[in-house]
């Protein structure tokens, strides 16, 4: 069973073009800031920090699509969806508002990979046992 977060956010003006809207690379960034948001309530760390101790997470599958235009200034709420679709790789699915309106909607897929060997590993036990545990309590 998927577990589901909220992120909030604005679009500030490094994330629009000259006409105020907010550019195509800007939703990577606000898909890179829900999982950060999400790994820190499930897994009560960061994926930056996880990646000082050596537990990396890299994207090897992504997709965007825009419905909707979001602009400088908007209040933007970002739904995460995440599952472990095998042991080395959790999806997350995102879907973004602005108030009732659904702008955009996406995923990305990240492996963990160990750092020096670079290969994708498991996911550590700890790491996919809080994951399991919020499956259930969600």
Same mark, same amino acid.
């Given at each position: 069973m998927?577990?589901t977060?909220i992120?909030?956010?604005?679009?500030?003006?490094?994330d629009?073009d000259?006409?105020? +809207?907010s550019?195509?690379a800007s939703? &990577?960034?606000f898909y890179?800031?829900?999982?950060?948001? =999400?790994? *820190?309530?499930?897994?009560?760390?960061?994926?930056?920090?996880?990646?000082?101790r050596?537990?990396?997470f890299v994207?090897v599958?992504?997709?965007?699509?825009?419905?909707m235009?979001?602009k400088l200034?908007?209040?933007?709420?970002i739904?995460?969806?995440a599952a472990m +679709?095998n042991?080395k790789?959790i999806? &997350?699915?995102?879907?973004i508002?602005r108030?009732?309106? =659904?702008? *955009?909607?996406g995923?990305l897929t990240?492996?963990?990979?160990?750092?020096?060997?670079w290969?994708?590993?498991?996911?550590?036990d700890?790491?996919?046992?809080?994951?399991?545990?919020?499956?259930?309590?969600k």
């Amino acid at each position: 069973m998927p577990i589901t977060e909220i992120y909030e956010t604005t679009v500030k003006v490094y994330d629009t073009d000259f006409q105020g +809207i907010s550019h195509y690379a800007s939703y &990577y960034r606000f898909y890179t800031n829900a999982i950060t948001y =999400f790994s *820190t309530k499930v897994f009560g760390d960061s994926l930056e920090s996880m990646a000082y101790r050596g537990i990396w997470f890299v994207v090897v599958e992504s997709y965007s699509k825009y419905h909707m235009p979001a602009k400088l200034g908007d209040k933007l709420s970002i739904e995460v969806t995440a599952a472990m +679709i095998n042991p080395k790789a959790i999806k &997350y699915s995102f879907r973004i508002f602005r108030g009732s309106d =659904f702008l *955009t909607e996406g995923y990305l897929t990240m492996v963990c990979v160990d750092p020096k060997a670079w290969k994708s590993t498991n996911i550590p036990d700890d790491l996919a046992e809080k994951f399991r545990i919020n499956e259930v309590s969600k």
